[in-house]
DNA sequence: ACCTGAACACCGTTCAAGT
DNA sequence: ACCTGAACACCGTTCAAGT
């Protein structure tokens, strides 16, 4: 399934200077950046981007896997210092801020929770899902998959509440979607 | 503020063909479809367009224009045939529907939320949002404005979750967001 | 085995020339 | 006043030639 034979040497640094360039660059410009823009400031033919990253899409991947598997990891964390449903909605929060204040993860997110990719989020999620369902402060016939759909859904529409700084509207947004629209 | 003096015939014309291809193209190519495409299709040359739409966005909003007032309007008939609650939970789904099934309209709502183009479904999610509020079947701390920021966030988590059939998933979405991820 | 970059196709946008 | 379409700039993708 791996790699089984190593990578030339010099195949190996194009790929990583390639993927470094590639996280500025969609950082900076969003999921659009343009490719012969990366493969230039990278040092390299588009030739060797194609050859390495054969989509857009797989470049993104590549591109933000660690800052993904970084908040997959924040999971157990935060799992660790709270109580089932506020470690699920910490998290979220995380999660939803990452997605909107690196440009780019929003988009590869949104796809990426049915894509290899997602894997490592998808797995925080069942966990910190499952574990609120025990504790009985998550309701029980929500799928893990569905939480991270609302999310996402959740970052959007924080997004474009642009004007009141960020990361205040995804904990207003989600605070809604937790505790419901209709009054208690 | 309007139109003073009328447009010549040809041009009346023209804008016409091409919003009636413009509509046409868009739903089924996505907001991204080609403009010298939809020129071409319309019959006339690409800079005619241009002169009647500056932006792809003002050729989307013309475009569904109708549609969206359509959405609007719907408003106030189901204002009087359901309570409060049931009204805006109704029309929040057949406006997330709507966004799903005619591709190009998410995106062009998810803008226009605050744009000229969305005065009307503002004016539609202000009233009916009141009414809930008012019947004591919505949080009274909610602005319309983020009812449907949230209704768009819906629409994407749903058309996300493509596999299980379109509007079925907006209802679910939309249930979730009302009734809260908390147990009641 | 891998890299390069020219070549091709495509699209958005502008604008000089036309009626 | 409005239309046309060539011209330009830009981008993604492929592939023959090179090491």
Known sequence: MAQVRPMRADARRNRERLLEVAAAAFAERGEGASLDDIARRAGVGVGTLYRHFPTRQALLEAAYLDRIEAIAARADLIAAERAPGEALLEWLNELGVGMIQVRGMKALLGTAVDTACGE??????????????EAGTLRPDVEPVEVLRLAHGV??????????????????????????????
Do not use: F, H
């Open 120 to 133: 490592c989020v998808r797995g925080a999620a069942d966990r910190l899902v499952r574990a609120a369902q």
């Open 155 to 184: 970052a959007t529409a924080a997004e474009s509440a642009a004007g009141e700084g960020g990361g205040t509207a995804v904990r207003r947004y989600l605070s809604l979607l937790v505790e419901g629209l209709m009054p208690r």
